[in-house]
Structure formats: structure tokens, C-alpha cells
């Protein structure tokens, strides 16, 4: 299955403590993919958070990718925030 093409000018930003990541609002698309393009950089599904509380534990988790190499980006649908990586 082909990855989802998304536009880097739909691109925004979501600040979690203190960091900016990149950050796209799919709600009400169909379909979620386990795989995203945007400009030219290919994205892979990683995992998925509660909108509601997720400062406790989202934090963390990103910067434990960051630390593996990889580049998040953080895809909202409904109440929950989908972060998609770089591979490393």
C-alpha cells in the first residue's frame, strides 16, 4: 500500500513541554495510515496517545525517539495524537 502524501504547507506545529514538533490535523479523514510522505521524507507509524492526559507520558516518549535518531511527527485524529518517525 502506497503511504499517505501529505502536504508540508498543511504543516503545524504543537508545542510539548517547551518543544515544538511538527504537527498535522487529520480529523475527519477516512483513514489513517501506517505510513506518511511529506516532502519527500517517509514517515512510519510508531504509536499512538491519548489526547486527554497525554503530557504525562508523551514527553518521554518523544524524546526517547529523538534520542534513537528519529524525526517525530505528530498527527492528530479524534482524541488521539498518532506519532509517525523518521527511521533512524
Given at each position: ?27 475527519g ?15 512510519a ?18 524524546q ?25
Open positions: 500500500m502506497a503511504a499517505l502524501q501529505l502536504d508540508a504547507k498543511d504543516l503545524g506545529t504543537l508545542e510539548l513541554n517547551g518543544n515544538w514538533l511538527p504537527y498535522m490535523d487529520l480529523t479523514d477516512g483513514f489513517l495510515p501506517t505510513q506518511v510522505t511529506m516532502a519527500n521524507r517517509e514517515y507509524f510508531s504509536k499512538s496517545f491519548i489526547i486527554r492526559g497525554h503530557s504525562a507520558v508523551m514527553p518521554q516518549a518523544i526517547e525517539l529523538r534520542s534513537a535518531g528519529k524525526q517525530p511527527l505528530i498527527i492528530q485524529r479524534d482524541d488521539r495524537y498518532y506519532v509517525f518517525v523518521t527511521p533512524p
